[in-house]
Structure formats: C-alpha cells, structure tokens
C-alpha cells in the first residue's frame, strides 16, 4: 500500500533561518507531488507541484523553492525564513490519472520567531 | 481569481443530513469536481468525486446539477466526527493541481 511521510511534526525556527521539509512517498512509483501551506485560520494555498524528477512549478512567488531529486522525494527549502512563512505545511500526492484523488500528508506546523 | 464558491460555515444537528453546496460555474467540460474535508490540524481527507452523474459511497453522497455549474455534498448522518472544514475543487486533468477555495466549517451540534 502506499503512504506518505512528511516530518518534523512541529518546527520553531529564527527569522533568517533557513529551512529544509522532506516528503517521501512509498508503494508507488512517477506520483504527482504538491505542497501546499495554510497560514492560521485560512485555507490550502498550492506553492509548488511536481509531475517529474527535476520539474517543478511554482503557484506563487515567494522566498520559498522546491525540488525533487528522486522519484518520490520533494522537498521545500528557504534560504531565509519570514515571519510571515509560518504555517500549516502540507506534501500530498496523487497518481497521474483523472478521477483520483490526492492522499495529503501529517503536516508540518512551522513556527518563525 | 476563485473557481468555487462555497458558504463560509454551517450548522447540523447530530444525526440530520448534513447538505454542503458549491458553486462552480466556471467549470469545464473535463473538469471533475472533488471533495475534500480537513479535521483541525490534519491533513485534508479525500471524500469523493464526480464529472456528471451523481455519486455515492461509504463516506457520502454527491448531487451533481444538470448543467454541472453547482455540486452538493451530502453526509446522510452527520456525526460530531464530522466537524471540519469542507472544500471542493474542480481539476481537469491528472496532471493539474487542485486549487482549494477557502471552504464550508461544518460544526455538528449534539
């Protein structure tokens, strides 16, 4: 069966810090990858989805960036983090059909200070 | 640019159908509409999905309009444990992404 890892659970991190979050999956091979992040009390916003090793689009402009140097591996990284990069970060994947859905992630509950 | 419209919160009593509409009128001939719903501080939960008829299974039902421009989530016995935040999404194709609209807040009230 497939499953999707995604950690730390919770991270505090300083203001100009820079970050790092890991999603793999398994049981599955070529998936589709998302982030996705919620700051409190909104909705899922898309930062960068994934359909390849090396491809990626970016949703929104920001000092964040992704990439996926294996098949089932994305990451987020930040050379700087802002107060305002705070949020409810979320990995999902999907298969690359119509009429499936996504399977998200634990999350990521990231705090800058 | 929103793709849905959805009514911000609703109230249901415990063991009533729970009805959750959404407005897609934009959407696309291929486009699919999923539904998806987010307990507090977890991932969203796949629920279901539909491109014309309408649909059931385990966990829901979904009411799609003739002219497709609207959907309607159906919970047939909401429970406490259905608290959360409802969204649907258009998507039309494999390779897009799904773009979230910011949702129902669904309270089930004892």
């Known amino acids: 069966s497939q499953t999707i890892h995604q950690w730390p659970a919770t991270l505090v991190q300083p203001v100009g810090s820079p970050l790092s979050l890991e999603c793999t999956v398994e049981g599955t091979s070529n998936p589709n990858l998302y982030w996705y992040r919620q700051a409190a009390g909104r909705g899922l916003q898309l930062l960068f989805y994934?359909?390849?090793?090396?491809?990626i689009s970016s949703e929104v402009p920001q000092n964040l960036s992704a990439s996926r140097p294996q098949d089932r591996q994305f990451i987020l990284s930040s050379k700087k983090l802002l107060l305002s990069d705070s949020g409810f970060y979320l990995c999902?994947?999907?298969?690359?059909?119509?009429?499936?859905?996504?399977?998200f992630g634990s999350g990521t509950r990231l705090t800058v200070v | 640019d929103a793709k849905t419209t959805q009514p911000p919160s609703m109230d249901c009593a415990e063991g009533r159908a729970a009805n959750l509409p959404c407005n897609h009128s934009?959407?696309?001939?291929?486009?699919?509409v999923y539904w998806y719903r987010q307990i507090h501080s977890q991932g969203p939960q796949y629920i279901i999905h539909g491109l014309k008829n309408n649909e059931t299974n385990e966990m829901a039902s979904l009411i799609i309009t003739e002219d497709r421009k609207s959907s309607t989530l159906i919970l047939p016995h909401a429970t406490l444990r259905d608290t959360a935040v409802y969204y649907c999404?258009?998507?039309?194709?494999?390779?897009?992404?799904?773009?979230f609209g910011k949702g129902t807040r669904l309270s089930v009230i004892a």
């Open positions: 994934s359909v390849g090793i090396g491809q």
């Open positions: 999404a258009p998507r039309n194709s494999g390779n897009t992404p799904l773009v």
């Open positions: 999902a994947w999907s298969v690359r059909r119509q009429g499936y859905g996504y399977t």
């Open positions: 934009t959407i696309s001939g291929n486009e699919y």
